[in-house]
């Protein structure tokens, strides 16, 4: 069993920045791939970014040139930095791994 724990959302201005990360924890040699998802209401919930223990990094278009996703094998936690943030950015981000997913974490992005 694996256990992850976001942390970092809250409230930003259009054009700032946050730094989400999730800890993992558990039965670790089964995570090959760690990944953060969002879901706004509504709507369902979609890939924001993968990456795969060996740093290989997938993103969703949206967010290409603005989020970059990060892992630290060694503290077994995987970063979100998240720059240039927009309205649409907000949502609850969840993190995944090992077909586990976090409690998720608010992103609001507003003025």
């Known amino acids: 069993q694996v256990q992850l724990v976001e942390s970092g959302g809250g409230l930003v201005q259009p054009g700032g920045s946050l730094r989400l990360s999730c800890a993992a924890s558990?039965?670790?040699?089964?995570?090959?791939?760690m990944g953060w998802y969002r879901q706004s209401p509504g709507k369902e919930r979609e890939l924001v970014a993968t990456i795969s223990i060996r740093g290989v990094t997938n993103y969703a278009n949206s967010v290409k040139g603005r989020f970059t996703i990060s892992r630290d094998n060694a503290k077994n936690t995987v970063y979100l930095q998240m720059n240039s943030l927009k309205p649409e950015d907000t949502a609850v981000y969840y993190c995944?791994?090992?077909?586990?997913w976090g409690q998720g974490t608010q992103v609001t992005v507003s003025s």
């Open positions: 558990g039965s670790m040699f089964s995570i090959v791939v």
């Open positions: 995944n791994a090992a077909m586990k």
